[in-house]
């Protein structure tokens, strides 16, 4: 190994590790809390979230109930569940944060409210999407995710072994050792055992980012190999998007054009050869949930109600296995079907993601998933530790102690890599030329290690 591609790949590692640790740190825990979202609810609020199996009432009684405690509110979907669980209403009410209503769906009798954000796991799933920062916090994790990745590719190459192969200090930690020797080895054992998780869990993440997932989005339906083509709403101009319209949608139909009632349009309805007016009412929420019903559409799922006149009343299942994925709108005025779409009939790139999301937040394979991607997140607290841990040890006192800088040879290389990091990940290329620049700016260069 060449001692200059070394020292320029432990300084890319240094400076990426320093400045990403701390977010990391932040993903990875969150990241476990969510990976037991259903356990950890289900512990915290048992009489709120288990019922006794009973006939479903109807789902509008269930919207009733919930109501009651929101004077001037609306609901806008309501969980339908298995048999044992309770129903849970979203209500946006006149005033205040938006708010889930558990409903016993045997009684239709309200069991509780929360505000998801303000949970246990609701803090967690905000905060490993956004850092709670919204937009810019969107981009942050992604440019995170994106060093992330790096972090793990410039660790093994660090990791991999020079001269004669032992395997106290690299594949098992010399615990018997004090000081930096036993970080070090803590550091880089635990980064070689779990590189090829966390790089999966990285990969299947970054569908989620904003830049790089959408550009992933738009790359594949162009090619054909994202969402359907076949239900693109052809002759038809869509003003808004799936996820737009309902807030939450499977990956593939996130950028998806919604189907749109037409409240003007004669449709047939009623007793057979009848033909309604133009601004038909409604067909309401139970008839719509019929309809689902003889679509094949079964518990549990997720029923959207129409948002205003041109709404659509939309159903979409998302079991831990995404083979199960479908997703129906009807015209909430006549009850037809407008668009019928399931996991068949997306894209193989579109079902390799899905399949990864699912992966991602231990639900494919149960228990056994999410241990395995516990075991990730653990690899990613160590390293986030540890890592700091080395540099302040190491460093000398007012000083960074970052490794020797590049040689100017060496300095077309990282042109290339950062071009190279620009077009595979934008955020991280021009991360890393920012970085580059500063480094070249930074007084005290000279007392690098």
């Not at 298995?82 to 979203?90: C, K, L, Y």
């Not at 409604?282 to 079964?298: T, Y």
């Amino acid at each position: 190994m060449r001692p200059q591609i070394y020292q320029t790949i432990w300084r890319w590692h240094f400076y990426a590790g320093l400045l990403v640790a701390p977010f990391m740190l932040i993903l990875a825990v969150t990241g476990a809390v969510y990976l037991f979202n259903d356990e950890i609810n289900d512990a915290l609020h048992p009489q709120q979230r288990f019922v006794a199996p009973a006939e479903q009432r109807p789902v509008s009684q269930m919207i009733t109930a919930a109501l009651a405690g929101y004077p001037g509110g609306s609901a806008t979907r309501v969980d339908i569940p298995p048999p044992g669980r309770s129903a849970q209403v979203f209500v946006t009410p006149a005033t205040g944060d938006l708010v889930r209503v558990y409903v016993d769906p045997g009684t239709a009798k309200a069991l509780g409210s929360y505000v998801y954000s303000h949970t246990i796991v609701g803090f967690a799933d905000v905060a490993h999407g956004s850092l709670m920062l919204g937009k810019f916090g969107d981009g942050v994790v992604e440019l995170v995710a994106c060093w992330g990745l790096i972090l793990v590719i410039t660790g093994v190459y660090l990791w991999w072994p020079r001269g004669e192969f032992r395997l106290e200090g690299v594949v098992i930690p010399r615990l018997k050792e004090t000081g930096r020797t036993v970080w070090r080895d803590l550091h880089a054992v635990t980064g070689v055992w779990t590189a090829l998780l966390i790089a999966f869990l990285i990969v299947t993440g970054l569908p989620w980012a904003n830049v790089w997932g959408g550009l992933l989005k738009r790359g594949t339906d162009a090619a054909g190999i994202g969402y359907p083509t076949s239900h693109r709403l052809h002759g038809t101009t869509p003003t808004t998007n799936v996820k737009q319209a309902l807030g939450q949608a499977p990956w593939t139909l996130e950028d998806a054009p919604m189907p749109a009632s037409d409240p003007h349009a004669e449709h047939h309805g009623g007793h057979a050869g009848m033909v309604m007016a133009a601004s038909s009412p409604s067909i309401g929420v139970d008839q719509a949930v019929a309809i689902f019903a003889k679509q094949g559409v079964n518990a549990p799922y997720r029923l959207f109600l129409p948002s205003g006149p041109a709404g659509a009343f939309t159903a979409y299942t998302y079991p831990d296995r995404p083979q199960g994925q479908r997703t129906i709108h009807l015209d909430q005025y006549s009850g037809r079907v407008l668009d019928d779409v399931g996991f068949a009939d997306y894209g193989w790139a579109a079902k390799g993601v899905e399949l990864g999301v699912q992966l991602h937040m231990g639900n494919y394979f149960g228990r056994a998933n999410q241990i395995v991607m516990l075991i990730a997140c653990v690899g990613v607290v160590m390293l986030s530790v540890t890592g700091p841990i080395m540099w302040w040890r190491r460093r000398p006192k007012g000083g960074i102690a970052a490794p020797r800088e590049l040689s100017p040879l060496k300095l077309r290389t990282v042109a290339l890599i950062t071009l190279a990091l620009g077009v595979l990940f934008p955020l991280a290329g021009a991360s890393l030329l920012l970085v580059l620049i500063v480094d070249q700016l930074r007084p005290g260069r000279q007392d690098n290690a």
